[in-house]
């Protein structure tokens, strides 16, 4: 049974601040790897600006090499939108794994906005890893004060005793300034060294169409 970590996001791009979040929840964690979640569309950011899947998913492959993680447009494939219904799907798909959700304090800043939240956190265990100038907004919200009892330290949780939710682990480690919007803001033209690449799931193992576009908002 491997214990893996769940990072969504749009990856537009995928940066080395990714790979750097997820390894230190790799091992903070005692995680076998981290699964990148590609996004097709997420429902709490605008459609201006973002990227075909495909590229995302290249851009995210691209970084995982040589690590325990994997780069998957799994949501795209199980015709999910929400995370609360990627996240049953994929406990259903692979139930001989153990799943915990990442996400960084942003997240959780707003994660009473995600549809069903609270069913997100009866689903698997939640991470969060903390982001500067988000710290506050953090703890102050909904989600927190719902959260907060069933709260167990990193060292425990990587012990493998607390694999039942609702469970929230916090981890903090040194800020990490890259970011997808300064990358696209420096290098606009991003995604077009991407557009003629052979993709390949490598969770589901599905081929991705290179031209397949981000669904509509």
């Known amino acids: 049974m491997k214990r893996i970590g769940l990072l969504g996001g749009s990856f537009n791009p995928a940066h080395g601040g990714h790979r750097r979040v997820s390894l230190f929840a790799l091992e903070a964690l005692g995680l076998d790897e ?24 290249a851009s995210a492959k691209a970084w995982s090499r040589r690590a325990p993680i994997r780069a998957t447009a ?5 015709g999910t939108r929400y995370t609360v219904d990627t996240l049953r799907a994929v406990t ?5 794994n153990r799943f915990v959700w990442l996400m960084g304090s942003d997240n959780l800043a707003q994660f009473h906005r995600w549809k069903d939240w609270r069913t997100i956190a009866r689903t698997m265990p939640i991470a969060v890893i903390a982001r500067p100038g988000y710290d506050s907004d953090a703890v102050a919200s909904p989600a927190m004060a719902w959260l907060r009892r069933n709260r167990v330290s ?11 939710a609702p469970t929230l682990v916090t981890l903090r480690f040194d800020p990490d ?10 290098d606009p033209d991003w995604a077009s060294r991407y557009s ?10 599905r081929s991705i169409p290179i031209e397949e576009k981000a669904p509509a908002s």
């Open 34 to 57: 981290v699964w990148w979640l590609v996004s097709p569309g997420n429902p709490l950011k605008l459609k201006a600006g973002m990227a075909p899947l495909a590229a995302r998913l």
């Open 177 to 186: 300034e890259r970011s997808a919007t300064a990358i696209r803001r420096g």
């Open 92 to 96: 259903r798909r692979y139930p001989k």
């Open 74 to 78: 799994i949501e795209s494939q199980l």
């Open 154 to 164: 990193a060292a425990r949780f990587s012990d493998g005793g607390e694999w039942s």
């Open 196 to 205: 003629d690449i052979t993709l390949r799931d490598p969770v589901t193992h």
